[in-house]
Nanobody, 111 residues
């Protein structure tokens, strides 16, 4: 059974940093693309960042230069390092691995 578990969310002030983490089990992690989406209240779920099995990355324009995604295939983990956070980054952040999703973790950025 595949399990995707996010952690690291919380409340941070504008300009601060957070590092989310996503742990995968029950899946051959190194064979899949993985990444993060986010969904703010009343809005659709949008891509934040992704990383392929080969290490190629994609970022939403709104987070370029502020967020960095990386993966550790030995530990089946994917991390987005989020710097210079803004109130508009407030959302529930969801991790995916292949076609499987986690339950999400709340990130709230106060002004």
């Amino acid at each position: 059974q595949v399990q995707i578990v996010e952690s690291g969310g919380g409340l941070v002030q504008s300009g601060g940093s957070l590092r989310l983490s996503c742990a995968a089990s029950g899946v051959t992690f190194r064979l899949w693309s993985t990444g993060w989406y986010r969904q703010a209240p009343g809005k659709q779920r949008d891509l934040v960042a992704s990383i392929t099995k080969g290490g190629s990355t994609t970022y939403a324009d709104s987070v370029k230069g502020r967020f960095t995604i990386s993966r550790d295939n030995a530990k089946d983990l994917v991390y987005p390092q989020m710097n210079s956070l803004k109130p508009e980054d407030t959302a529930v952040y969801y991790c995916y691995v292949g076609f499987d999703w986690g339950q999400g973790t709340q990130v709230t950025v106060s002004a």
